[in-house]
């Protein structure tokens, strides 16, 4: 497989960009993704077998959400190495992107079957799976095989917890969220999940205390955010102002 950048599933996963800060630093990004994607055509252009170069214009196509372009450049990846398990992760993405959830699901196997051991293709495949009402415990079963490879991981956790608790396995649910928080303690995710167990099992002296602290985290986590989101917009006004002046 490539020797590609690290990454994680969840960073990859469709939504995630969009969420990240927005104002002057997603204008700014996309300017280089823009950037590069003429650079690696140039590459591609000299070179057609530059597995690497192909990669990279296809992940920087994803990251602009230009899906079907995307599709073209790994699919030359997956032609000139039908063992680039990346790549595989990336056709996948991007068929999600196009709403073909098929053969999304289809590369997510290709990647699981060509290396048991990428936990990222469990998780990708998981993800999936969990949103299908009639498929969630094959979605469990991935997210169990991801835990056992990273057993701190917060996001899968919780969404193997929240699966648990839907299917009434109350103690499962516990124990799974007492082990992951002792080795990710802080987590307001997981506490959400105690606070909804708590409720599920008719503790509620104790889900009405979890509740209390989520909602003080959240006021506090909003206000950052705010922060956050004042401090870009005056940025983006300078920048507009100054624009207009010259």
């Not at 699919?75 to 680039?84: E, G, Q």
């Not at 936990?119 to 969990?130: I, N």
């Not at 094959?138 to 095989?145: N, S």
């Not at 992951?180 to 959400?192: C, D, F, I, Y």
Request: charged share 30%.
């Amino acid at each position: 497989s490539s020797a590609a950048r690290p990454w994680r599933a969840a960073d990859f996963h469709l939504g995630a960009l969009a969420a990240r800060a927005g104002g002057m630093a997603n204008i700014e990004r996309a300017v280089q993704l823009e950037e590069q994607v003429a650079c690696f055509q140039t590459a591609v252009a000299k070179k057609p077998d530059f597995v690497e170069a192909w990669f990279e214009l296809g992940r920087t196509r994803f990251e602009l959400r230009r899906y079907r372009e995307a599709l073209e450049a790994f699919s030359k990846v997956f032609a000139l190495d039908d063992r680039h398990t990346r790549a595989m992760l990336y056709l996948g993405g991007a068929a999600e992107g196009l709403k073909d959830l098929k053969d999304a699901e289809r590369w997510y196997r290709k990647a699981v079957e060509t290396d048991f051991q990428l936990t990222d293709a469990h998780e990708l495949l998981g993800y999936l799976l969990d949103a299908d009402p009639e498929r969630r415990e094959a979605a469990a079963e991935e997210y169990r095989i991801v835990l056992r490879a990273r057993p701190a991981d917060v996001d899968v956790a919780g969404r193997l917890a929240q699966i648990l608790l839907d299917q009434g396995k109350f103690d499962e649910a516990c124990a799974l969220l007492e082990r992951v928080e002792s080795l990710s303690p802080g987590s307001t995710s997981l506490k959400a999940r105690r606070t909804e167990l708590a409720f599920r099992q008719g503790q509620w002296e104790k889900a009405l205390a979890s509740a209390e602290v989520l909602g003080e985290q959240a006021e506090a986590n909003l206000a950052q955010a705010e922060g956050r989101y004042q401090a870009g917009a005056g940025s983006l006004l300078e920048l507009v102002d100054a624009q207009t002046q010259q």
